[in-house]
């Protein structure tokens, strides 16, 4: 459950499947390849991207998710306006993408 505790400490929003053997978490993400570059977008609460520190935390714990391939972190606001964040080439590309055509996906962990 430790794994657990972190995701709901960075604010992801999660849904548990659990039985006697493991507990999974679900998370939304993308992962796009765009210009030649490969990398991965998760969506957290806005209070994680907020928080310059929690953020950076999140990305560590995503890692495992998405070896090897640089990764942002995605919030809306509360009119459902994007804010990302991560390595600054990938999130000012974002910025200028329309959320719909965003391949978004769940992904288990655990």
């Given at each position: ?43 957290v ?13 999140a ?18 606001d ?19 993408v ?8 769940e992904?288990?962990?655990?």
């Amino acid at each position: 459950m430790c794994g657990a505790f972190l995701f709901q400490h960075i604010g992801v929003s999660m849904h548990f499947t659990s039985n006697e053997e493991t507990t999974k978490m679900r998370i939304q993400g993308a992962v796009i390849k765009e210009q030649g570059v490969t990398f991965a977008i998760v969506i957290v609460k806005k209070s994680v991207i907020d928080n310059r520190s929690e953020a950076n935390d999140a990305i560590i714990a995503f890692r495992p998710v998405f070896p090897g391939i640089p990764l942002v972190l995605m919030a809306q606001d509360h009119r459902g306006v994007p804010t990302y964040f991560g390595r600054p080439d990938i999130a000012k590309f974002m910025a200028n993408v329309p959320l719909h055509v965003i391949p978004w996906k769940e992904y288990t962990i655990g």
